[in-house]
């Protein structure tokens, strides 16, 4: 064998261990995050029943533990109907766009240092870019089904992601002006700067708009609108079944998990702990990186529960008024102050 061939075979032999290497990371991610959807509605219907003095599911397993199996394979076995008049090729496809770009989105997200499955360098935009794609399974589902409860429901959500999405990107902005970066890892890094470790101190209002915003992207209470029970019945996958409702189901909740990672990656220092926190108690800087990142995450899927359970859904023409009004105003006033303190530092 001579030089060129060694030099051939060596490249050749790295790229597929390159290539298996990220599809393991691909099955990890993926698996852990199915994991966690399934156990995330478990615990959502535990956290409400004891908020409303009520057990919660306790029959399937030690207090209902395995209730989310008997979901999945009751969803999986149940039949799957397709209304006669439905627009039979995109009432199929609609289902499975949101999954696909949820999914997608777990690419760029850094679970701890050095975790990431993508490294590019718009990671803020790609994510922008997946949220935006999910919104198209629901409006196609909203006309392929045929029916004006499920019509009713696209035309809300395309208005609704059309309102938020803009003072969304918009909250995100003066975290970019803040770290000069769009990588989501270098953000995280860029916080490490501050002896607070983290934007949620001089980007509070960045990070309420953002917060507010995720809650409508995920069309969760109290911005249901697109869904809501005592209007549309279910809006816009009323006419849906089976595992292709539990792909919307499957998608709302990896949506809840993006948002939540989005807001502690930007806000929250993602996977670090604050400097001064470090520095005083020194045994919390030997835990894993990937145990804060969690802790963070999961309080801000609590944050979805405490909601649900307390806060009435908004009529939907103050939705609209919140999200141009307030929100979008709010966000850019916060440019401005962002970019002014740091031309001036």
Known sequence: MNI???????????WILNIVFIIIKIAVVIGVTMLHVMYATYFERKVIGHMQIRLGPMRVG??????????????????DIIPADADKPVFKIAP??????????LAVIPFFEGFVIAKINIGLLYLFAMSSLGAYGVVMAGWASNSKYSFLGGLRSSAQVISYEVAMGLSLVGVMIMAGSLNLSEIVKAQQQYWY???LIPQFIAYFVFVVAAFAETNRTPFDLPEAESELVAGYFVEY???????????????????????VICFWGGWTLPPVIANTIPALAVVPGIIWFLGKVYFHIFLYYWVR???????YDKLMALGWKVLIPLALANIVVTSIVKYMS
Do not use: C, W
């Open 241 to 263: 079944s089976g595992m292709r409702f539990a792909l919307y189901y499957a998608a709302e909740y990896i949506g809840m998990i993006i948002m939540s990672s989005i807001a």
């Open 96 to 105: 499975i766009i949101p999954v696909f770009a949820t999914l997608s989105s």
């Open 62 to 79: 030690f207090h209902g533990v395995l209730q989310p199996l008997a979901d999945m394979l009751k969803l999986f076995f149940k039949e």
């Open 197 to 199: 470790g983290m934007y």
């Open 309 to 315: 359970a307390t806060v009435p859904r908004y009529r």
């Open 4 to 14: 060129a061939e060694t030099i051939l075979f060596t490249g050749s032999s790295n």
